[in-house]
Every structure is written in C-alpha cells, then in structure tokens.
C-alpha cells in the first residue's frame, strides 16, 4: 500500500463511454444536481458545447439558487486566445473567440454566480455532480463532444473516451485531495500533483514489472520523453510494444486556434522501432490517452485520463487505473480497437 493511498469499502458504479455520450450525461446532471458541481478542464473553447453547459446551469440556478458550482480553468489558457503571438492570418479568428471566451467567463461568474478558479498548472480533466465523477481527457470544446472513435478526413472532432464512477466516498475523497484512491472492484483513481511524486508513471511502472506482463498498448497524441523510454524498456525485456498517435498530417489539420504543432519524428521514436515497438499513425486527429496492459492469462488493465504520457510532469492531472474486464471491453469496442484498425504503420507511412 502507498503512503497516501486509501481503500474505499463502498460500492460503487463504473462506465466506459465516448465522450459524446460523457457531454450528454454531463449536461443532465448539471440541470438536475443537488448538491453540488465542480468542472475541472484544461482549456475552455467557446462554441455549441459551452453555450449548452452555461445554459445547463441557468436552468440549475432557477431551480436551485444557492447549490455551489465551481469551476476550475489552467489559468495560462486565455493568454492563448490573445493575439500578441498569433501569425497574422489567424488573428481576426483568435480574436473573436477570446471575446467569447470573456462573455461565457462574465456570464458564469456575474450572472450565473459561479466560482471561477484558475490554477496556473491544471490539466486534469474531472468533472463531478453530486455522488458521480467523469474521469476523461476532453476539454470543454466541441472538437471533443465526438462520439465517431474514427473520422476520415475530418479535421475538427477529437474522440477520445471517459470513465464514469458512481459513489459518494470516492468523490469526497477526491475532492479533498487524495492521491491514490484503491477500490474493490479493482478500479484505482490516480491524481498526480504538479512538480509531485508521478504517481501515473510509477504505477504504469508497476504493471509492467509483474513477472506475466504480456504485452503494452499506448495511445496518446502528444507522447513522449520518459514513456518513449518506458516503452523501449519493455520491448527489449520481451513485452510486446505498441504505440499509436495521429500522424503529422493529421496533427497539422488541428483547428486554426491549435494551429502550432508541437510533433515531430526525433531520436526517440528511431531508438523506440530499434527497440522492436510497433508506431501506428492515425490518419485523422483524437485526443484519447489511453494505456492497455496484458497479462499471459489474457486479462488487461486499463489507464485513461488526463494524462499525455510524455515528458511534461509539471502538471496537475488525474487518471484512473481498473481491471475490470468489462470496462476494458466497452474501452476497445468505442475507441481502441477502431483506432489501431485504421491505424497505418510507420514504416508504411513514411515508406
């Protein structure tokens, strides 16, 4: 057992699901909480899903005056939406969508009375109504209410996938701040604090250091630094390797807004195919980060959240950890499975 781990002896309810249907369920809870809303994102995009959410809470606040709702933005994020740094032919576009994003902020606070917090190193992604919690990697921004695990040449849907858990002491416990949370369906959530211990990387560790760990799957759009080692390790000790991410082109048709692209081939992935890992692009852009562990018995484990896996350990981010099979099933039928079909090889892609 971990220092700062507690077990949890309740019951409780999980889900796997897009996060088309995550932003729907979202948006229901929201207009019918009763005690209290809490959203954690990285960034805030204004768009159809925003406005549906402000809405959601108007109609909360005509029914419930007084019931807390809070939510938690990375306080760098609108400096994204100024100018200063934009290229020219965006700026009119970048612009207009940061006085938006100063509308919906004044009409959240000034007119719907919530409190708008703005930690400089968030990037969790949770969002909690009342006794339930949605572990997941969307941002509020309509490029990640997709429910399509694939889109051929779209450019401007992100699929991913969310967990949903249902239970009262797991969401006090995270809510005060616990760092692992251990449950007995198997299922563990993971917060790792900025500039803290990496809670994500060591239990990921973990897995892959049983004596019947089989093989690794890790999905992610912006992987890298101490994972890319991570991976090669497992595949020289005989694990079989793969790692899935969208490929250039699919990175550089992000909307204008994310129009700077952070991808490149290096070093790394070099030593990562000498190492024997299997490098899938993805034709078109997700936002999904995703881990699947196996064993030689065929049973998986599972990571999904916030986390990119890469070399950037100077955030706040949350993640959830579980064995049960059939969350991992609901996981591969929406997302993994349809991704790593269309999914074209390295090699092949830069033939």
């Given at each position: 057992?971990?220092?700062?781990?507690?077990?949890?002896?309740?019951?409780?309810?999980?889900?796997?699901?897009?996060?088309?249907?995550?932003?729907?369920?979202?948006?229901?809870?929201?207009?019918?909480?009763?005690?209290?809303?809490?959203?954690?994102?990285?960034?805030?995009?204004?768009?159809?899903?925003?406005?549906?959410?402000?809405?959601?809470?108007?109609?909360?606040?005509?029914?419930?005056?007084?019931?807390?709702?809070?939510?938690?933005?990375?306080?760098?994020?609108?400096?994204?939406?100024?100018?200063?740094?934009?290229?020219?032919?965006?700026?009119?576009?970048?612009?207009?969508?940061?006085?938006?994003?100063?509308?919906?902020?004044?009409?959240?606070?000034?007119?719907?009375?919530?409190?708008?917090?703005?930690?400089?190193?968030?990037?969790?992604?949770?969002?909690?109504?009342?006794?339930?919690?949605?572990?997941?990697?969307?941002?509020?921004?309509?490029?990640?209410?997709?429910?399509?695990?694939?889109?051929?040449?779209?450019?401007?849907?992100?699929?991913?996938?969310?967990?949903?858990?249902?239970?009262?002491?797991?969401?006090?416990?995270?809510?005060?701040?616990?760092?692992?949370?251990?449950?007995?369906?198997?299922?563990?959530?993971?917060?790792?604090?900025?500039?803290?211990?990496?809670?994500?990387?060591?239990?990921?560790?973990?897995?892959?250091?049983?004596?019947?760990?089989?093989?690794?799957?890790?999905?992610?759009?912006?992987?890298?630094?101490?994972?890319?080692?991570?991976?090669a390790e497992a595949s020289y000790s005989g694990i079989r390797t793969?790692?899935?991410?969208?490929?250039?082109?699919?990175?550089?048709?992000?909307?204008?807004?994310?129009?700077?692209?952070?991808?490149?081939?290096?070093?790394?992935?070099?030593?990562?195919?000498?190492?024997?890992?299997?490098?899938?692009?993805?034709?078109?852009?997700?936002?999904?980060?995703?881990?699947?562990?196996?064993?030689?018995?065929?049973?998986?484990?599972?990571?999904?959240?916030?986390?990119?896996?890469?070399?950037?350990?100077?955030?706040?981010?949350?993640?959830?950890?579980?064995?049960?099979?059939?969350?991992?099933?609901?996981?591969?039928?929406?997302?993994?499975?349809?991704?790593?079909?269309?999914?074209?090889?390295?090699?092949?892609?830069?033939?």
């Open positions: 057992m971990h220092a700062l781990q507690e077990t949890l002896t309740t019951k409780q309810q999980c889900e796997c699901m897009s996060n088309e249907q995550f932003f729907n369920k979202l948006i229901h809870d929201i207009t019918h909480a009763q005690s209290h809303v809490f959203l954690s994102t990285f960034s805030w995009d204004s768009g159809i899903l925003s406005e549906t959410i402000i809405k959601a809470i108007a109609d909360l606040r005509n029914r419930r005056p007084q019931l807390p709702v809070s939510v938690s933005i990375n306080r760098w994020y609108p400096h994204l939406k100024q100018h200063d740094w934009t290229p020219f032919p965006w700026r009119a576009e970048v612009d207009a969508a940061y006085r938006q994003f100063q509308y919906e902020m004044h009409t959240l606070q000034n007119d719907l009375g919530v409190a708008i917090q703005w930690p400089i190193l968030n990037h969790e992604k949770c969002y909690v109504v009342d006794d339930t919690m949605y572990i997941t990697d969307a941002n509020i921004g309509d490029q990640h209410n997709t429910g399509q695990p694939i889109l051929e040449n779209h450019d401007h849907a992100w699929p991913g996938l969310t967990i949903k858990i249902h239970n009262a002491v797991t969401v006090d416990t995270y809510l005060n701040g616990s760092s692992r949370l251990s449950m007995l369906t198997g299922a563990e959530i993971i917060k790792q604090k900025a500039f803290g211990p990496r809670h994500i990387y060591k239990s990921l560790q973990e897995s892959l250091a049983l004596p019947d760990c089989d093989s690794i799957i890790l999905i992610s759009p912006y992987p890298g630094g101490a994972y890319f080692q991570l991976l793969s790692l899935i991410q969208p490929s250039p082109d699919a990175r550089n048709r992000r909307p204008l807004s994310e129009h700077v692209s952070r991808f490149q081939i290096n070093d790394p992935h070099i030593e990562m195919l000498s190492a024997g890992v299997a490098i899938g692009f993805s034709p078109t852009m997700f936002h999904g980060k995703v881990v699947i562990v196996g064993n030689k018995q065929g049973d998986e484990e599972l990571f999904i959240g916030s986390d990119n896996f890469d070399s950037n350990m100077r955030f706040h981010e949350v993640a959830c950890k579980t064995k049960d099979q059939t969350i991992i099933a609901q996981a591969h039928q929406l997302f993994i499975d349809p991704l790593m079909q269309h999914a074209l090889p390295f090699e092949d892609y830069y033939g």
